[in-house]
Each structure stands twice: as structure tokens, then as C-alpha cells.
């Protein structure tokens, strides 16, 4: 089956330390994005990638960082430069504007 | 700024009830406008997406509208179910800058 994964589904980060997000797609999608969910709030876009080797900031980029060296493959990594980092994070991938699909989240916490 | 609201915030109703979930933006250059659900700590599956040029989809009891005149979308669901508890979120995409944008979603809860 086609699909998006995401890992972790939980991850816990200590004061001062980079994590880094995994999301993998097998839908040929070349499109991907990052998004920040917080409680009572919708999606926020961190990062997006329309195809490989390039990549564009969203609407809140700082603190994060990401690379897409492989159609499939856009991980997203949260530095310590980023002070409020506890939030589900959801990556999604699109063909095109008429379809997202999204995986099933990561959930970090600061510890 | 494209900005896009849905409300209420959080909604219950007994089982059996016809419902009505709104969103509203400000894009007049929306490209469609799609509809998720998400489970708690789940992801988001997609409901309804509507083009722009279209002003209804349907899918089973639910049916969404899009009314771009007045910035409008509604997602209607007939006979709920618990099972149709979840929250749902109306999203945007935007000609003009190429995203989704996102509403704050609706918590739904359908009592048995």
C-alpha cells in the first residue's frame, strides 16, 4: 500500500538537543511538506519541498531545519535554537493542489 | 493575510442528528478547498475537496459547499454517528501563494 510514514510516533528531547523527524512517502508525490500542530490550533506550514534539492521556508521555519537529498525521503530537524518545540508534527506529500496525504504524526516533548 | 475560521470550536449532539460545520475564508483567489478529519493524536484524512469551480461534492452523508462569493464552505453531515466524533478541519489552498491553509478545526462529539 501506498503511504506516508512517520517516526517516532512519541519523541522526547532534552534541553539543548537537535532531533530529527523521519517522514518517508512511496507515493511518487514530489511534492512535501511540514507541518506544526498545537492544542486548539490548526496546521502550520515549518517547511515545504516542491522537488529534490530544493526546499522553502514556511510560515515558521525558525528553529528548524530540513534536506531533500531523495524524492522519497524529507526529514525534518528541530534544533535547539527552537524554544517552544513541544507539538504533534505532520508531514504530508501532494501530486498536486488537489490532493494531500498526510502521515500519521510525531508527537515531541521536551523534557 | 489569507486567513480561514471555522466555527464552533467544539460541538455535541445526539446521535441521529443532521449537522452543519462551518469555515469561512478570505482568499478571493482560492484554488479548492478541502475538508479532514483527525482522530486524537492521529493524522488527517481527507473528507471533500471542492475546486473552485465547483460548488458541491458529496461522499456518502456527507456533503460539502463552497460558496466563493461570500467566503464560505459548509460540511454537512447527516443521521451522525459516534463514530463521527473527531475533529475537522477545513484547509484552503491558495492560488496566490501555492499553500494550504488551514482553519482552526471543529471537535465534534456525537453522543449515543
Known amino acids: 500500500d501506498g503511504g506516508i510514514t512517520q517516526s517516532p510516533k512519541y519523541l522526547f528531547r532534552k534541553e539543548g538537543q537537535n532531533v530529527t523527524l523521519s517522514c518517508e512517502q512511496n507515493l511518487n508525490h514530489d511534492a512535501m511538506y511540514w507541518y506544526r500542530q498545537d492544542p486548539g490550533q490548526g496546521l502550520r506550514l515549518i517547511y515545504y519541498s516542491q522537488i529534490v534539492n530544493d526546499f522553502q521556508k514556511g510560515d515558521i521555519a525558525e528553529g528548524y531545519s530540513v534536506s531533500r537529498e531523495k524524492k522519497e525521503s524529507f526529514p525534518l530537524t528541530v534544533t535547539s535554537a527552537q524554544k517552544n518545540p513541544t507539538a504533534f508534527y505532520l508531514c504530508?506529500?501532494?501530486?498536486?493542489?488537489?490532493?494531500?496525504?498526510f502521515g500519521s504524526g510525531t508527537r515531541l516533548t521536551v523534557v | 493575510k489569507q486567513e480561514v475560521t471555522q466555527i464552533p470550536a467544539a460541538l455535541s449532539v445526539p446521535e441521529g442528528e443532521n449537522l452543519v460545520l462551518n469555515c469561512s475564508f478570505t482568499d478571493s483567489a482560492i484554488y479548492n478547498l478541502q475538508w479532514f478529519r483527525q482522530d486524537p493524536g492521529k493524522g488527517l484524512t481527507s473528507l471533500l475537496l471542492i475546486q473552485s469551480s465547483q460548488r458541491e461534492q458529496t461522499s456518502g452523508r456527507l456533503n460539502a459547499s463552497l460558496d466563493k462569493s461570500s467566503g464560505r464552505s459548509t460540511l454537512y453531515i447527516a443521521a451522525s454517528q459516534p463514530g463521527d466524533s473527531a475533529t475537522y478541519l477545513c484547509?484552503?489552498?491558495?492560488?496566490?501563494?501555492?499553500?494550504?491553509?488551514f482553519g482552526q478545526g471543529t471537535t465534534l462529539q456525537v453522543k449515543p
Open positions: 484547509a484552503e489552498f491558495s492560488g496566490n501563494t501555492g499553500k494550504l491553509i
Open positions: 504530508a506529500s501532494s501530486i498536486d493542489p488537489s490532493g494531500y496525504t
